[in-house]
């Protein structure tokens, strides 16, 4: 079995996973949104102090496990800094103690990963990856052979989110508040602009976006004076702006593309709405689209444990001494490293 940790960012995750059928035999994650709503967003100093405190506790759990670990796997990048060394000082103990290997694991490969939990992996496959770092489009060719086609110049789809239910009062995290309210919305009320809507590139942009709903809230008077119908319309208009941004360069990279396979992963790919407009456009295209259950689509270790389920076969170890934490860089294309 493998021994997966994941502490990326606010998630405390642990997973053992079984070599020979791909079973994840066990899994727990402990959440710290109640600990970082009152601050709009994730607060790296204190993240890394509840991950000390949370990873323990579950690693406690897994102990019958042991003498049938072959490897450790962590995440060791991209991600904060801070909160990757609490999960990497665990993992390095772990494998210096008990003698086995330890496999590093790169985040947004484990998200990929996550539509493989317990089955075999289907590649190659185009990949949308939309989370609360990144927003990217993928060419997954093989296990080794992973290229970025398009990412974002600046805010994330999830960081947007998060940053427009900040705007608004809503709460951390924004994705599910802003998704829940836009139900009771009217999504053509507000005219918000879609980024790059006359431009070639292809690419992301949601820093502009974010903008014009702050315009929109102190149009309204501010969060303190914006009605309940105020924040729904908002959500429902700021929500439609970014499918459309989505789909608009999606529709490019499709035009190109000769995959058949599709997929969306990462914690915003939980959103039912861009799943939906998904599955029309693959419909368009003759795509079939993937998604991850939605209990792995934020970050977790299960997702970990799959990838180094390859990695093990693959041999793809590191000296628990020489691992190395890489935290979070801007990758505007090529090889996914």
């Known amino acids: 079995m493998i021994l997966s940790i994941e502490s990326s960012c606010d998630d405390s995750s642990i997973s053992i996973t079984e070599i020979a059928t791909k079973k994840l035999i066990y899994h727990k994650k402990i959440s710290q949104e109640a600990e970082h709503s009152c601050y709009g967003g994730v607060v790296p100093e204190l993240a890394s102090r509840l991950h000390a405190v949370a990873l323990p506790k579950i690693l406690e ?169 105020d924040k729904a319309d908002l959500s429902a208009s700021f929500q439609k702006a970014v499918k459309l941004h989505l789909l608009q360069k999606s529709k490019k990279i499709f035009a190109k593309e000769q995959i058949k396979d599709f997929a969306i992963v990462g914690g915003a790919s939980a959103n039912k709405y861009i799943r939906n407009a998904y599955e029309k456009l693959c419909a368009e295209f003759d795509k079939t689209l993937h998604v991850v259950p939605l209990e792995y689509c934020s970050d977790n270790a299960a997702m970990i444990g799959r990838y180094a389920l390859d990695a093990y076969d693959k041999k793809e170890f590191i000296d628990p001494h020489e691992i190395d934490i890489i935290s979070t860089k801007k990758q505007q294309s090529g090889m996914l490293l």
Do not use: W
């Not at 990757?84 to 590093?104: F, N, Q, R, W, Y």
């Not at 990217?136 to 974002?152: G, N």
């Not at 014009?212 to 008077?221: S, T, W």
């Open 61 to 229: 759990e897994t102990k019958p496990y042991f003498n049938k670990l072959k490897a450790i796997a962590v995440t060791n990048q991209p991600g904060l800094g801070i909160t990757l060394l609490e999960g990497i000082a665990m993992s390095k103990t772990l494998a210096v103690i008990l003698d086995i290997p330890l496999i590093p694991v790169h985040h947004l490969k484990g998200h990929i990963y996550s539509l493989f939990i317990e089955k075999e992996a289907t590649l190659p496959l185009l990949v949308l990856l939309i989370s609360g770092g990144h927003t990217q489009v993928i060419r997954v060719e093989s296990f080794e052979r992973m290229e970025i086609l398009a990412t974002s110049m600046d805010d994330s789809v999830g960081e947007s989110f998060d940053k427009t239910a900040k705007m608004m009062g809503l709460g951390y995290p924004g994705g599910p508040l802003i998704e829940a309210l836009a139900l009771q919305g009217d999504e053509d009320r507000f005219d918000l602009p879609v980024p790059l809507r006359n431009s070639s590139l292809i690419a992301f942009s949601l820093s502009g976006l974010k903008n014009a709903v702050r315009l929109k809230v102190e149009a309204c008077g501010g969060k303190e004076k914006m009605s309940e119908q």
